[in-house]
Nanobody
Framework: QGQLVESGGGSVQAGGSLRLSCEYTKNHVYMAWFRQAPGKEREGVAIIDYSGKTAYGDFVKGRFTISKDNGKNTLFLQMNSLEPGDTGMYFC?????????????????WGQGTQVTVTS
Protein backbone atom coordinates (compact mmCIF):
# COMPACT_ATOMS: atom_id res chain seq x y z
CA GLN A 1 0.00 0.00 0.00
CA GLY A 2 2.95 2.33 0.33
CA GLN A 3 3.49 5.36 2.45
CA LEU A 4 1.77 8.72 2.89
CA VAL A 5 3.60 11.89 3.99
CA GLU A 6 1.65 15.09 4.63
CA SER A 7 2.97 18.65 4.66
CA GLY A 8 1.70 22.21 4.42
CA GLY A 9 0.03 22.64 7.78
CA GLY A 10 0.55 25.73 9.90
CA SER A 11 -1.13 28.59 11.70
CA VAL A 12 -3.34 31.05 9.86
CA GLN A 13 -5.87 33.74 10.76
CA ALA A 14 -9.57 33.20 10.15
CA GLY A 15 -10.44 33.88 6.52
CA GLY A 16 -7.01 32.77 5.35
CA SER A 17 -5.94 29.85 3.18
CA LEU A 18 -3.66 26.84 3.40
CA ARG A 19 -2.69 24.16 0.90
CA LEU A 20 -1.96 20.72 2.27
CA SER A 21 0.08 18.18 0.32
CA CYS A 22 0.40 14.43 0.66
CA GLU A 23 3.13 12.55 -1.14
CA TYR A 24 2.34 8.90 -1.79
CA THR A 25 4.54 6.09 -2.96
CA LYS A 26 1.81 4.11 -4.72
CA ASN A 27 -1.31 5.40 -6.49
CA HIS A 28 -4.67 4.21 -5.17
CA VAL A 29 -8.24 4.22 -6.46
CA TYR A 30 -9.63 6.27 -3.56
CA MET A 31 -7.64 8.87 -1.65
CA ALA A 32 -8.99 11.15 1.04
CA TRP A 33 -8.35 13.75 3.70
CA PHE A 34 -9.60 13.38 7.26
CA ARG A 35 -9.24 15.68 10.23
CA GLN A 36 -9.41 15.42 13.99
CA ALA A 37 -10.01 18.31 16.35
CA PRO A 38 -8.97 18.05 20.01
CA GLY A 39 -11.50 15.96 21.93
CA LYS A 40 -13.45 15.06 18.80
CA GLU A 41 -13.66 12.04 16.54
CA ARG A 42 -11.79 11.91 13.27
CA GLU A 43 -14.02 12.97 10.36
CA GLY A 44 -13.84 12.76 6.59
CA VAL A 45 -13.03 16.04 4.82
CA ALA A 46 -12.84 15.07 1.15
CA ILE A 47 -12.28 12.13 -1.20
CA ILE A 48 -11.10 11.83 -4.80
CA ASP A 49 -11.20 8.74 -7.00
CA TYR A 50 -9.00 7.63 -9.92
CA SER A 51 -11.19 9.51 -12.43
CA GLY A 52 -11.13 12.77 -10.50
CA LYS A 53 -14.62 12.47 -9.03
CA THR A 54 -14.79 14.21 -5.65
CA ALA A 55 -16.98 14.41 -2.58
CA TYR A 56 -16.81 16.51 0.56
CA GLY A 57 -17.98 16.55 4.14
CA ASP A 58 -21.07 18.70 4.70
CA PHE A 59 -19.09 21.17 6.79
CA VAL A 60 -16.81 22.06 3.86
CA LYS A 61 -19.52 24.13 2.17
CA GLY A 62 -17.48 24.85 -0.97
CA ARG A 63 -14.43 26.16 0.88
CA PHE A 64 -12.04 23.27 0.22
CA THR A 65 -10.87 21.58 -2.97
CA ILE A 66 -9.24 18.15 -3.19
CA SER A 67 -7.03 17.34 -6.18
CA LYS A 68 -4.15 15.09 -7.14
CA ASP A 69 -1.17 15.13 -9.47
CA ASN A 70 -0.48 11.53 -10.49
CA GLY A 71 2.71 12.56 -12.27
CA LYS A 72 4.11 13.88 -9.00
CA ASN A 73 2.37 11.30 -6.78
CA THR A 74 0.88 14.09 -4.70
CA LEU A 75 -2.58 14.66 -3.22
CA PHE A 76 -3.64 18.21 -2.36
CA LEU A 77 -6.22 19.92 -0.20
CA GLN A 78 -6.71 23.62 -0.92
CA MET A 79 -8.48 25.22 2.03
CA ASN A 80 -9.94 28.72 1.74
CA SER A 81 -12.05 30.86 4.07
CA LEU A 82 -10.68 28.98 7.05
CA GLU A 83 -12.52 29.20 10.35
CA PRO A 84 -11.35 28.49 13.92
CA GLY A 85 -13.54 25.37 13.80
CA ASP A 86 -11.24 23.99 11.09
CA THR A 87 -8.41 23.67 13.61
CA GLY A 88 -7.11 20.14 13.99
CA MET A 89 -4.75 17.47 12.72
CA TYR A 90 -5.28 16.70 9.05
CA PHE A 91 -4.54 13.21 7.75
CA CYS A 92 -4.08 11.84 4.28
CA UNK A 93 -5.60 8.39 3.79
CA UNK A 94 -6.15 5.57 1.34
CA UNK A 95 -9.78 4.46 1.39
CA UNK A 96 -11.10 1.05 0.38
CA UNK A 97 -14.37 2.14 -1.24
CA UNK A 98 -16.48 5.18 -2.16
CA UNK A 99 -19.54 4.07 -0.19
CA UNK A 100 -19.40 5.49 3.36
CA UNK A 101 -15.88 6.77 2.59
CA UNK A 102 -15.96 9.13 5.55
CA UNK A 103 -16.02 6.30 8.07
CA UNK A 104 -12.67 5.44 9.63
CA UNK A 105 -13.16 1.69 9.06
CA UNK A 106 -12.92 2.35 5.30
CA UNK A 107 -9.33 3.58 5.67
CA UNK A 108 -6.57 1.12 4.78
CA UNK A 109 -3.59 3.43 5.32
CA TRP A 110 -3.06 6.66 7.27
CA GLY A 111 -0.44 9.34 6.99
CA GLN A 112 1.16 10.80 10.12
CA GLY A 113 -0.84 14.03 9.96
CA THR A 114 -0.14 17.74 9.71
CA GLN A 115 -1.42 20.34 12.17
CA VAL A 116 -3.70 23.17 11.05
CA THR A 117 -4.43 25.99 13.49
CA VAL A 118 -6.86 28.80 12.64
CA THR A 119 -6.91 31.79 14.97
CA SER A 120 -9.71 34.34 15.28
Amino acid sequence: QGQLVESGGGSVQAGGSLRLSCEYTKNHVYMAWFRQAPGKEREGVAIIDYSGKTAYGDFVKGRFTISKDNGKNTLFLQMNSLEPGDTGMYFCALVSQWYLWHQQDRVVLWGQGTQVTVTS
